[in-house]
């Protein structure tokens, strides 16, 4: 792997850029690998990272049935916050967000992380009382947050309108190293990263069935022949029931769609990122300047990749009122991703009942954040059987009543 | 959009008349279940892709609960009807199986 810098780019200026590689090698399956990770997202590809990483396990494959990062990573709206509620998620998504920091540095990959600030709103006094318990929360926990006031507010973002007729501003959780990154470029940073360590990227190759021998995980059967493994990661998201369908297991998740769109580019007019849990609407200005913008769910599993236009309309017309510029803007794309969700919107990452494979799923809406540490805990629970951050998130806790509940963090929002 | 049809009072009307309400026909475990029981009442869902039952409340009509047979990757309605059964009504299933020949009713749970 050729490091990228500053250097590189003058010297390639200098031969008219013909010394540029392969950011990763198009591999073809082997025969056998040590660790096998379907879907190669940026949960899988993180996985597979830290793997080669932390713990020296470079005999891994990461199979994708589509192309690289083309599902939820590609679909989401960027947003990278850790103010979450209960400890165990607290944990993740702070070691998540601390990786962010020196994900460029590290993978030698610019993924543009730009922290820029998040706020959620508080508009009714419910979210009030529910965000300064959390600000006090984050406090204990170690997590830099900050309930600020309506005045704060406008300060931070000109163009909100704080007195709206139905949803006023009170406040807001205010989380200053907050922000977003480039989602194409996390997945693609630790793809070359992961080639670069000998690990085989494996596009256009569907899994079609577990296979297990008394009891334990042998191998997976693709759509590109048989291939063995000792050790079988899950990374799949909104398509988790299905594979553990495969595997033989039942998983309490349900898959529904949620959408995002962005708006034609126009001037910066607003560097931070506005979260509104209560009008479901969310909102940051990207770097090429258009307003992206996500809505909520719909309430019925799908896996069609779309949602429906009532719920854009919702959404839309929420941000008219919060932010009245958005009026005079025309929408350029619309986009659905398929979302896992949980009964208590936190994620899974546990054994399974087939000896030697794990799940990593359930992430819900709010899976980009947490990318890097999913991946630093899930490779540590593959490599040694358990991790101190992924403890809590066990499959187990559905039966033994010890929920991690973050339905005020993590309900629709992200 | 999908456009549903509530038998209970017979109005068809699209999904914003509607309020989706998950899985149907799950078997309710109470008090003395056990906890494995339970734990599938609560939290363990098919998730199919393709045909899934589900409940469905006319909330912006009648009021009242229904059932619907859905495929979830192409939004196909095979049907919908009562909620007053523990079991996919043959009329139903004779519609689902002449859309989708190669469909297998799963176990009930």
């Known amino acids: 792997m050729k490091k990228y810098s500053a250097f590189a780019i003058a010297r390639e200026a200098l031969r008219h850029h013909t010394g540029w590689t392969r950011a990763w090698r198009d591999a073809q399956p082997k025969k056998r690998y040590d660790v096998i990770i379907i879907g190669a997202g940026g949960h899988g590809l993180a996985t597979a990272y830290y793997l080669g990483k932390n713990f020296g396990i470079t005999n891994v494959a990461i199979l994708e049935k589509g192309w690289l990062g083309g599902g939820n990573t590609g679909r989401n709206t960027t947003i990278i916050r850790s103010n979450y509620l209960q400890d165990p998620s607290a944990a993740i998504y702070e070691k998540s967000r601390s990786l962010y920091e020196t994900m460029s540095q590290d993978l030698n990959y610019n993924v543009m992380f730009s922290p820029r600030g998040v706020i959620m709103l508080a508009q009714t006094h419910h979210e009030v009382r529910g965000y300064q318990r959390t600000a006090h929360a984050n406090a204990l926990q170690g997590v830099t947050t900050e309930f600020i006031g309506p005045e704060k507010v406008k300060e931070l973002v000109p163009i909100i309108n704080i007195n709206g007729p139905r949803y006023p501003v009170l406040g807001g959780l205010w989380q200053a190293r907050g922000g977003t990154a480039r989602h194409d470029a996390v997945a693609w940073g630790y793809a070359r990263a992961c080639s670069d360590m000998g690990m085989d990227v494996i596009q256009k190759c569907e899994v079609t069935g577990i296979r297990s021998e008394g009891g334990k995980v042998t191998g997976v059967s693709t759509n590109r022949g048989d291939i063995d493994c000792d050790k079988l990661g899950m990374v799949v998201a909104g398509h988790s029931g299905h594979l553990a369908d495969m595997a033989g297991f039942r998983l309490p998740i349900e898959s529904v769609a949620l959408q995002a769109l962005v708006s034609e580019p126009i001037k910066p007019c607003m560097d931070v990122v506005v979260m509104a849990n209560t009008v479901h609407g969310y909102m940051s200005q990207s770097d090429k300047g258009e307003m992206v913008i996500g809505g909520g769910t719909d309430g019925y599993n799908n896996y069609t990749q779309r949602g429906s236009f009532h719920h854009i309309e919702e959404t839309v017309r929420a941000l008219i009122e919060t932010f009245p510029m958005v009026s005079r803007l025309k929408m350029l794309r619309q986009w659905g991703g398929i979302v896992d969700v949980t009964g208590d919107r936190s994620p899974i990452l546990s054994k399974t009942p087939v000896d030697g494979v794990f799940i990593n799923c359930g992430w819900g809406t709010g899976g980009f954040k947490a990318i890097p540490g999913s991946g630093w805990a899930m490779a540590e629970l593959i490599a040694k059987g358990r991790s101190p951050l992924t403890d809590a998130f066990g499959l187990n806790r559905f039966q033994e009543g010890r929920f991690i509940d973050e339905s005020v963090a993590a309900g629709v929002a992200h | ?109």
């Open chain 2, 1 to 109: 959009m999908l456009v549903l049809t509530c038998p209970n009072c017979g109005i068809t009307a699209e999904e914003t008349e509607f309020h989706a309400g998950g899985e149907a026909h799950l078997t309710r475990h109470g008090p003395g279940a056990s906890d494995d029981d339970f734990e599938k009442y609560l939290f363990m869902r098919d998730n199919p892709k393709g045909v899934h039952f589900e409940r469905w409340r006319h909330v912006y009509g009648c009021g009242k609960w229904f059932h619907a047979a859905r495929d979830t990757m192409t939004l196909e309605i095979f049907g919908t009807y009562t909620a007053q059964t523990s079991t996919v009504p043959q009329d139903i299933i004779d519609k689902i199986t002449d859309r989708r020949p190669d469909w297998q009713k799963s176990d009930a749970r």
